[in-house]
């Protein structure tokens, strides 16, 4: 099975600050991966798919890159709605899809 | 409106069967996907099974297997997960999520586009 690391596991940061965001496959993936935000008691949110696509109606300050068994979600300019965690998840082994453990991103 | 609506929060005793159900609306129901998606309290999300909405066909995690079954009402536009032989461990928000891909050929990038609330699922003695 395919295990995904994500890095830093929390991280502070505040209003105006870029951010950069790591996740890390097992094996090679190519670039099946998607980038999630999830907000306390809320279901997740789509930002990123296929490694570096950005979801419709999602803010132009997420990016996404990598191939391979590396990958990054860079948010340029971090904004106060933009406190939550992160979650990378591999789709290359479709029909069976593996989340990261997730990254906190919370106000310093 | 384009959205999963997901059935009420559950409390069941070890050993029981819970079944979720998640309503769609706003779009065509068999054209998509419908994956299982849980997460215990403070843990990452996992991953359970999916459906394809238009032919039924099933597919689940290894972790899984034997305890759950996914199943779809076309004319409902609802799919449903059923967990059994419940434990503690299985206390988690369970959400439903569309699938959607990009991309052609035999390998397409899937990714869950649309997500519903979640349920939360609470098995105590």
């Known amino acids: 099975d395919i295990q995904m690391t994500q890095s830093p596991s929390s991280l502070s940061a505040s209003v105006g600050d870029r951010v950069t965001i790591t996740c890390r496959a097992s094996?090679?993936?190519?670039?099946?991966l998607n980038w999630y935000q999830q907000k306390p008691g809320k279901a997740p949110k789509l930002l990123i798919y296929a490694a570096s696509s950005l979801q419709s109606g999602v803010p132009s300050r997420f990016s996404g890159s990598g191939s391979g068994t590396d990958f990054t979600l860079t948010i340029s300019s971090l904004q106060p709605e933009d406190f939550a965690t992160y979650y990378c998840q591999q789709s290359y082994s479709t029909p069976i899809f593996t989340f990261g453990p997730g990254t906190k991103v919370d106000i310093k | 409106q384009v959205q999963l609506v997901q059935s009420g929060a559950e409390v069941k005793k070890p050993g029981a069967s819970v079944k979720v159900s998640c309503k769609a609306s706003g779009y065509t129901f068999t054209s998509y996907a419908m994956h299982w998606v849980r997460q215990a309290p403070g843990q990452r999300l996992e991953w359970m099974g999916w459906i394809n909405a238009g032919n039924g066909n099933t597919k689940y995690s290894q972790k899984f297997q034997g305890r759950v079954t996914i199943t779809r009402d076309t004319s409902a536009s609802t799919a449903y997960m059923e967990l059994s032989s419940l434990r503690s461990e299985d206390t988690a928000v369970y959400y439903c999520?569309?699938?959607?891909?990009?991309?052609?050929?035999?390998?397409?990038?899937?990714?869950?586009?649309?997500w519903g609330r979640g349920t939360l699922v609470t098995v105590s003695s």
């Open positions: 094996q090679s993936i190519s670039s099946y």
């Open positions: 999520a569309r699938g959607d891909y990009y991309g052609s050929g035999s390998h397409p990038h899937w990714y869950f586009d649309l």
